[in-house]
Structures are given as C-alpha cells and as structure tokens.
RNA sequence: CGGAGCGUAGCUCAGCUUGGUAGAGCACCAGCUUUGGGAGCUGGCCGUCGCAGGUUCAAAUCCUGUCGCUCCGACCA
C-alpha cells in the first residue's frame, strides 16, 4: 500500500476531547474518527488492526471448538420480556421504531436470540455440546460514554454461548472457553489476568473477567500477591477482623440514648464532643428494593458494595431511598438511623446486616428520632437483624482471606468476561433436550464476551510512548513502513525502495511505502506516531554507501546491504509473528 | 439523572470582563529556497463565532432557552 493511496489523517496535537492516551492516540495517529458521543467511523489503519484482532478471535474460538454464526442486531422486544430482560436491561436498551410503530430493541448481547435457536434447532443429547460465536456490532445506551472506543455506544463485541448435557459439561466448556481467553489477549500482545467476578445482570453461577492492568480502568481489582487471589472489588472478599475491639472492658451496659443535635454523617460523630470511631459506629442505610424499603447495616467505616448487595437481594431494581422515604419508613431522618430492635417497634421492614459487624459491643446507632443516637449497643443482644451476609466493599491492605497477606488493590480495564448460566435462560426461553433416558432437560449454559474494539485500544492504552503507539507485531495495521527520503521517479533512492516494496510484498509481507513528498522529520515522527513495528528507513547518504537502515519501534536500529535488506526484514517480521506478538507478557498472577 | 467546565477555521487556542461587525499557530493551496527527526520566506484559501430567541443604533461578547462535547458524581445517611 502506498500512503499517498489510503487515508491516514495524522493529527500534531490531541483533540481536546480525548482525555486518556489510548484515545488520544487514536486520533493521532489517524485510526478512528467520532461521528457523536460514543460512536466512531473506523478509518484504514484502524480498521486493518481491528480485521487483525477479529481473526486471532476467530481463530482462537474456532481452535476451542466454537462455530460462528451471525445473530440479528435488530430484535424483537417480545424474546426480552420472555427472559425478563426487558425490565431488568432496560436501561442499555437502544429501542427503534419502524413504520408502523412496532418497536425493536438493539442487541447489547445475544442471549435471547441464540437460546431460542437452540430451542428451535436442538432436541437430543446427541447434538450437545455446542458452543456458538459471533463478532459482530452491539448497541449499549450507555449512562456516560466515556474513552473512545473503551465506553462506547457502539461497539464490537464477540460473544459466544455454550449449550451441554450437564453441569459437569458446562464446566468443561467453561474451561476450554477460559484457555481461549487467555490465548487470545496473549496473542494481541496484551498482558491479562483474569480475575473472579461478579456475574450482574446476566446472572449465573461461576465468572471470569480478563484484566489489563491500567490506570485509566474503569475496574479495581483487589488482588494478592502472596497466593495469586484476585477479584474485582465488587466480588472480592478479605479476612478483616469481624468485630471491632472491646472498649469497655467486660460486659456492656443497655443502650443508653443521648442527644447529638444537628449530627448528620458518621465523620460528624467521630470529631468533638462525641470522639466515637467510624469503627464502633453502625452505619444505617434505607433502600427501596422493588419499591419496598431494605435496611442495610454496616460498620461505620465499611462501604455498602451494591454489587454484592444485588447479588443477595436476587435484583438489581433497587436504590437508595430518598429522605422523604427514609422518613416513611424510620420516623426520622437521614442522620439519626438505626436498627435498634427497640426503635424499629412494629415497623416491617427487613433488615440486612454485614457479617463485620456480627458479635461487635458498645457500638453507637441512630435512635430512630432525629437529634438522638444510641450508645453501648451490643448488636447480638439489641438489634433485629433478619438476613447476615458479605456486604461490605474491601480495602487495600486488610488480609488475604486465603493466606492473609495484604491485598493489594490496582484499576484495570475488563477487556473479557466468561459467565457459567446454568440454565437461567434455556428453562426460561425453552432450551431443552431428551437425555439417553429419555427425559427433556434444560441445557446447561455459558456465555463468553470479549470487547473487541476495546481490546483494540487496551493495546495501545499498554502499548505506546511518548512519540505514539508501539503495536505488537499481531495487531500491526501494517507491518512494515518503507520510509524513502526522496520520492523522485528518477532517483536512485526512490527505485530501491520501490525493488525492496516489492520484494518484501512478493514475501508476504504487510507493507506501506511513505510515498509523501514530506521532509525526512515528518515521515519519521508520522511512522513512530502510527506504531509500524518496523521501519526501513532508505536515505541517500545510506544509499550510497549500499546501505538501508532497519529500525524497530519498539527500540533497536540496524544497517544492512541493501541487497540483503528484503531478506533480513522478512525474517525479523516471521521472527516477530511467531513471538507472542510483541510485549513479553509475564502469565498468571495480577 | 445530578454537578462542573467547554462550544470561535480541519486541529490547538486567543478575543468575551468593558458590545463597534473575527484573529494567531499548525494544517491546506501556489511559488522560491531547503531536504536524516514535525523547515524558511512570500502570497493565498478556509468561519452562518453550536442553534434559536431576546436586549441594543450595533451582539462572538449581555440575557433566556436549547442542542452538543468533556470531566466528576449518581453507596457511605
């Protein structure tokens, strides 16, 4: 490809609404163009990186023993009812309408559609396992777009779906889909980790993300590095002492109320006069679940994980109350709220507690009356406490709940999840088969995503220096880039680097030949701004001495005859391929 | 959905406070010079100042509304 023939608007300077450097770069180095928020035209260059990201997919799940299909984007709204996603999704749901004022939804995913083909299409045992794939355009209405292509509106998305006989099947498949995984982010050049997840909205029983490491995550991942635990916050859980310290000694005194006028927030009763800890305080907090009001408890220095909170309660339609519910439901205000079984009097409302707190004494509460708090509260003798469980978000540095060293906590970007379903979908859309017995079972589900466009700028969020980006060798939008520095027809410079183009194309390699009439400066920092892994710089002094320069971007720069230089590039090219695309990627742990 | 900031040339931005009819750098076009890390000189092109309404003799500038973009938040009572 000549560079004059395709389109790659470089940019001096970012656009000012590209806030991280894998977005800026993006746009710098002329890959991808905004159409609105969230929603970008895939220029050349970026879209040749993006085929190179799709096809290790594809070749990955194909080798997994996957089969692609191409689902509808265009749904109708009736299969989301049916899985009863249509409430529970409804807030990414891009709705359409047609002519006749039928609405249709746009696929975010593809769990409806593919399951209600397998209803269609499978009856026996006999045609289990399969595993289905797609890449293919998904739609999310997205609180907030954010990053480029990282949060978008629009975006690419392989998702697979695997149907089996058994549990024991759908682990397997679980399993062989977890190695692809890790193969194919590998082959990107991108080092990922997987960590245990949460499994939100889509439900289901056993989950994966893959992880890049990265500041500008939107994920934070609590990890150890003493025995390689590592969760997403919103899953992981720590050894962290259960009960706070006794304070007072032996046995504590009932529960003595005292005024604390104008006292609004835990901070408020840990400074003067009071001087009571976050840690001996009972945070109390009014949600509405399904319209109705939940108290949740915490230690006051705990923070509620609404992840782990949707998980116990089975939904995710709920919120906190507002202050006019918190009073509806308490008889006071935000401020003043406690689960004392004695204030809670005949008020029927259900009260979840965090494990931490479980056993703790001398604690402090809201009275329930607006200006009073509780003191010396022992929560096994003075609280109602209706459900227990894992509730609270952990922190950096509290024990590893396997082997007790610190966690660490670190942002990461979740560019796969893998789902074991089980069979949440298939009894609801009527996925079933006849067993050997005879006997119609449900199939035993999962479901497997990969963000292929955010892939794409995951590698170049890890990929990069300060002159642009440094693509692994796999995703390359090309792999080499001739840089002659004059593109006379008649000179001696420009006739080598026309022989070695063809060379090194008859040699199947990827190659762009920079035939801009630019000053040598421009040609360079374009090129180290794009990322070609390497650059064959043909210049007339070097030529003249018979000599072409090989230069890596990655670092490393070579003189070779020019009669040799197809030959040598080839093979540093084949050399590169078979490596594992570019970063060494160190395995295993986050 | 709440809060904040910003919309002026393809890009980065100035001008707005104090109203007087639009600028710089880069990019682009032409010419000359230059030619190994974003060249120099000369000349040129490019704008309904996001949109709509209002105030005014006069609005990029002041007011109102609206749309868009970006960031923060949307657990911590």
């Not at 060293?405 to 942002?411: H, N």
């Not at 955010?454 to 170049?460: G, K, N, P, Y």
Request: proline share 6%; charged share 25%.
């Amino acid at each position: 490809m000549r560079w004059t023939h395709t389109l790659i608007p470089t940019l001096r300077e970012a656009p000012a609404e590209a806030e991280i450097v894998s977005h800026q770069l993006l746009l710098r180095a002329g890959l991808v163009r905004k159409l609105a928020g969230g929603v970008y035209s895939f220029l050349p260059l970026g879209l040749r990186a993006l085929h190179k990201v799709e096809r290790i997919v594809r070749e990955e799940m194909d080798r997994a023993g996957a089969v692609e299909v191409l689902l509808p984007a265009l749904q109708p709204p009736e299969i989301w009812q049916q899985s009863g996603r249509y409430e529970t999704a409804r807030h990414v749901l891009y709705k359409v309408y047609d002519s006749a004022r039928r609405e249709w939804v746009l696929s975010p995913t593809a769990e409806e559609v593919i399951t209600l083909l397998a209803a269609a299409e499978i009856q026996s045992y006999r045609q289990l396992p399969k595993n289905f794939y797609q890449i293919s355009v998904k739609f999310r209405d997205e609180i907030r777009p954010r990053f480029g292509l990282m949060r978008a509106r629009e975006f690419i998305m392989k998702d697979a779906y695997s149907f089996d006989v058994s549990d024991e099947a759908a682990q397997e498949s679980y399993r062989r889909m977890y190695e692809a995984y890790t193969r194919i982010f590998a082959r990107c050049g991108l080092r990922t980790f997987p960590v245990e997840a949460d499994t939100g909205v889509i439900g289901g029983s056993l989950s994966h993300e893959f992880m890049v490491p990265a500041e500008t995550g939107e994920n934070e991942v609590a990890y150890c590095e003493g025995c390689g635990y590592a969760a997403n916050v919103e899953k992981a859980v720590s050894a962290a002492p259960a009960a706070a310290p006794e304070t007072s000694g032996g046995s504590t005194p009932a529960p003595e109320k005292f005024p604390t006028p104008g006292v609004q927030t835990i901070e408020d009763l840990t400074r003067p006069p009071y001087g009571i800890p976050a840690a001996r305080q009972i945070k109390t907090l009014v949600y509405i679940v399904e319209s109705r009001p939940v108290l949740v408890l915490l230690r006051g220095d705990d923070q509620l994980n609404e992840a782990k909170l949707a998980a116990r309660l089975g939904t995710t339609v709920f919120r906190p109350a507002t202050p006019e519910e918190v009073y509806a439901t308490l008889g006071a205000h935000p401020g003043s709220l406690g689960a004392v079984a004695t204030t809670l009097a005949d008020r029927a409302v259900p009260v979840w507690a965090d494990e931490r707190l479980r056993g703790a004494t001398d604690m402090t509460t809201g009275a329930n009356e607006d200006g009073y708090h509780l003191r010396h509260v022992n929560v096994a003798r003075d609280l109602r406490v209706d459900q227990w469980a894992d509730l609270r978000t952990v922190r950096a540095g509290e024990p590893c709940a396997r082997c007790g060293q610190p966690l660490r906590i670190r942002r990461a970007i979740e560019v796969g999840h893998v789902f074991k379903l089980g069979t949440k979908y298939s009894e609801k859309l009527g996925a079933t088969f006849i067993d050997e017995s005879g006997v119609r079972r449900p199939c035993v589900m999962g479901c497997y995503g990969i963000g292929v466009t955010r892939t794409l700028q995951a590698v170049i969020e890890q990929c990069h220096d300060a002159d642009g980006i440094i693509w692994p060798v796999s995703v390359a939008p090309y792999e080499v880039c001739l840089t002659p520095l004059q593109v006379a027809e008649d000179s001696p410079v420009w006739r080598a680097a026309q022989q070695l183009y063809a060379a090194l194309v008859e040699a199947g390699i990827e190659v762009i030949l920079d035939d801009r009439e630019e000053r040598p400066g421009v040609k360079f920092k374009d090129a180290d701004l794009v990322g070609f892994p390497f650059r064959v710089n043909i210049g007339e002094k070097s030529l003249a001495r018979g000599e072409v320069e090989i230069k890596r971007r990655a670092g490393g720069l070579e003189t070779v005859p020019v009669g040799q230089a197809a030959d040598r590039v080839a093979m540093l090219v084949r050399e590169a391929r078979a490596g594992r695309g570019g970063t060494t990627g160190d395995s295993g742990r986050f």
